[in-house]
């Protein structure tokens, strides 16, 4: 009988051996030069609201591609997501700046070719080569649409209007309040407190030296108690506003469509320190299924037509100036609303979403890094 | 042919380890294959490390995330708060579980027996995730739980989105579990014993603590396995239904997995299995075993 079980042991211990996943993927070679006959399918990884039947259903009609979407909640998730099965589960990821470098340099994406884009040579240019997708010249992604994150409120419940991120970090609305559960919400406490502390001399909320992430995580403990709920999807900060359990948030402008469309008494707007935001990119795997599929949906969602419908539903803004013309066709008064074809003192004024590395801007490797990030936010909530 | 069938058979009979063999190889090497190799995999990938910048995983050996789950007193308290819990939910559910398992076993007939039997698994057949979600509309700001006490005068209860909400909902959920074990134990408690004890001058509440409750325990402790175990490793009703301090061990696997910490997921997933592993060995001490 021991001899039977050493065997299996062995045997157990052999299997995992094999199982243990191969690391390290070679990113695509050699660019195409035209999009060639659709596969019949894609599989896609995007943020609540990025794949709507609006724009999907005709791309399928014409295409051929049928799309198959699934919702992240967090660039973690996406980056996740995209490794999972090897990289060949999805053809693409609608990634923020804070997942998009670490597919690039985990080799999980592909090299593109924007000249198999017709709508690039719209784009404003801070988001044609931007250094969340474009590493040396070479690009590996299509940038999409870009915006705010706000703060979100019942205008019934909270009064007066807020005018400053220190709402959701004050105990008067302890117990209502709700953000998102996403480590990237460190740096928006890093932002109120640039402006909060200017002692601690916050320049990038994204590159923390080690007293100022503490300062950033300190606050967050404190903001703890306060808290009513840590969102994950959007869809859940949807249901706590509908529901009433939360009355001030954290959120996205897609939210606050959302809710409005419903009925429920909500504003957001971005308050007085400014705001963290995001820079969406369709990446395309290396180890993609449906390549062509997938440039055509790249090229798709450029059009003017889809980056203004998006913009609306979502609350973003467009990359494709050429969008702005149809947002107000659309929607009388939205290419404003949304900043489209905003200045480039605008754009410059959203801190981006992007990640963290060790090495700060002055070039010392003082900064925390990402896993860091992960892991305070881990230990915060606990 | 005939004569190779014979043989065949002939094999088996003079042979008879090969037919268990056969019989016991198809489960046996699943069970090695998926269960065996899939707990070696995680427990050796809970010593590897994690690039920071590319989040891939390095076979680098080390103690780190042992480490850090020692040092964090997050940890301490997320692993605190999910086996405590788990301990209340199994708490309560044996103590709704009790006279639920003892009507059905020894005053009901045969029919209504069936009925609650029915009543009991039906839930079953719904999606855990159907459940949870109700639940949350129930206990919600605006939801039946306080509309209920508003009419009736009563203040609201805000227990939405917290740990008693959690506790409540996995209570509900795995009940089931625990009355099946329970009425079982209870069914084969004989008549006799119990007139025996009524007989000997015991009253209602000597024969329960004395005889019916010693003889239904390892029923009560087989249920508990069921509701542990289930609580200890869920992570989608904290997910969905607990608020800003409700974390379990399984939600941050969840999340470290998320963020591509698959070894540090791997050191976590161990304390659990650990615990479990020890209650096991206590449950078996109680007679669970024979109860199952």
Same mark, same amino acid.
Request: net charge positive; hydrophobic share 45%.
């Given at each position: 009988?021991?001899? +039977? ?9 052999? *299997?995992?051996?094999?199982?243990? !996943? ?45 799309? +198959? ?44 070719? !924007? ?16 250094? +969340? ?67 601690? +001399? ?22 703890? !108690? ?26 996205? !402008? ?62 973003? *803004? ?65 | ?44 990938? %809970? ?51 009790? @006279? ?80 099946? @074990? ?35 325990? @390892? ?39 998320? %963020? ?33």
């Amino acid at each position: 009988m021991r001899k +039977h079980t050493r065997r299996f042991v062995l045997l157990a211990a052999v *299997t995992a051996a094999l199982c243990v !996943p191969a690391s390290g993927v070679s990113a695509g070679s050699g660019l195409p030069t035209k999009i060639g006959k659709g596969e019949g399918q894609l599989n896609l990884i995007a943020w609540e609201g990025y794949t709507q039947k609006q724009w999907v259903k005709p791309f399928q009609q014409k295409t051929g591609c049928i799309v +198959h979407a699934t919702y992240a909640g967090t660039s973690d998730d996406m980056v996740t997501k995209m490794r999972s099965g090897g990289g060949t589960q999805y053809d693409g990821v609608s990634a923020s700046g804070d997942a998009s470098l670490r597919l690039i340099y985990g080799g999980d994406v592909a090299k593109v070719n !924007p000249k198999l884009i017709p709508s690039f040579k719209d784009f404003i240019p801070a988001l044609k080569s931007p250094p +969340h997708n474009t590493i040396k010249g070479v690009h590996y992604g299509i940038s999409l649409q870009w915006g705010p994150n706000t703060l979100l409120w019942n205008t019934k419940k909270v009064k007066p209007a807020p005018k400053s991120w220190s709402t959701i970090y004050s105990k008067k609305y302890r117990g209502k309040i709700t953000v998102p559960d996403n480590p990237i919400q460190i740096a928006d406490a890093a932002l109120y407190l640039s402006k909060a502390k200017p002692s601690l +001399h916050i320049k990038d909320p994204y590159e923390l030296t080690q007293t100022q992430f503490n300062a950033a995580i300190n606050l967050l403990k404190r903001q703890k !108690p306060l808290i009513k709920k840590y969102w994950a999807l959007a869809s859940a900060e949807i249901n706590l506003f509908k529901s009433g359990d939360a009355v001030i948030g954290a959120s996205w !402008p897609y939210q606050t469509n959302t809710l409005k469309a419903d009925k429920v008494h909500v504003k957001d707007e971005i308050p007085k320190e400014g705001a963290t935001g995001w820079a969406d990119t369709w990446m395309m795997s290396s180890h993609a299924r449906h390549p062509n599929c997938m440039y055509k949906w790249m090229a798709w969602v450029s059009t003017p037509k889809v980056q203004a419908e998006q913009a609306i539903y979502f609350g973003e *803004t467009p990359a494709n100036t050429k969008a702005c013309a149809v947002m107000n066709k659309l929607s009388p008064g939205s290419a404003k609303q949304y900043h489209c074809g905003a200045s480039k003192k605008y754009f410059d004024s959203i801190k981006f979403w992007k990640t963290p590395i060790a090495k700060c801007d002055n070039g010392r490797n003082n900064c925390v890094d990402y896993p860091r990030w992960q892991q305070a936010w881990t230990e915060m909530k606990g | 042919m005939r004569a190779a069938r014979l043989r065949f058979t002939g094999l088996f009979w003079r042979h008879r380890w090969a037919k268990a063999l056969l019989l016991l190889a198809p489960p046996l090497l699943a069970f090695a294959l998926v269960y065996l190799a899939a707990l070696v995999a995680l427990f050796l990938s %809970s010593f590897w490390t994690v690039n920071a910048f590319t989040s891939e995983v390095q076979h680098i050996w080390n103690l780190d995330n042992y480490r850090l789950l020692w040092d964090q007193g997050a940890y301490h308290k997320i692993a605190l708060r999910t086996i405590g819990i788990a301990a209340a939910v199994t708490v309560a559910d044996a103590i709704l579980a009790f @006279p639920l398992g003892y009507f059905m076993a020894r005053v009901a007939g045969g029919r209504s027996r069936a009925f609650i039997f029915v009543a009991v698994l039906l839930p079953l057949w719904s999606s855990y995730l159907i459940r949870v979600y109700i639940w949350q509309l129930i206990l919600a700001h605006d939801g039946v739980l306080n509309w209920s006490l508003e009419k009736v005068g009563l203040p609201a209860a805000n227990i939405g989105y917290t740990n008693w909400a959690v506790w409540l909902i996995f209570t509900y959920i795995w009940l089931p579990f625990m009355i099946l @074990p329970v009425y079982g134990a209870l069914e084969r408690v004989p008549d006799s014993f119990l007139e025996a004890s009524r007989d000997l001058g015991a009253g209602g509440w000597t024969t329960f603590r004395r005889v019916l409750l010693p003889l239904a325990l @390892p029923g009560v402790v087989a249920g508990s396995i069921f509701t542990f175990s289930l609580t200890l490793g869920d992570y989608i009703t904290p997910l969905l239904a607990g608020g800003a301090s409700s974390q379990f061990i399984g939600n941050v696997v969840y999340d470290s997995i998320g %963020s591509q910490q698959t070894p540090f997921a791997a050191a976590f997933a161990v304390v659990p299995l650990a615990v479990m592993g020890a209650y096991l060995l206590i449950a078996r001490r109680l007679g669970a075993f024979e109860a199952l």
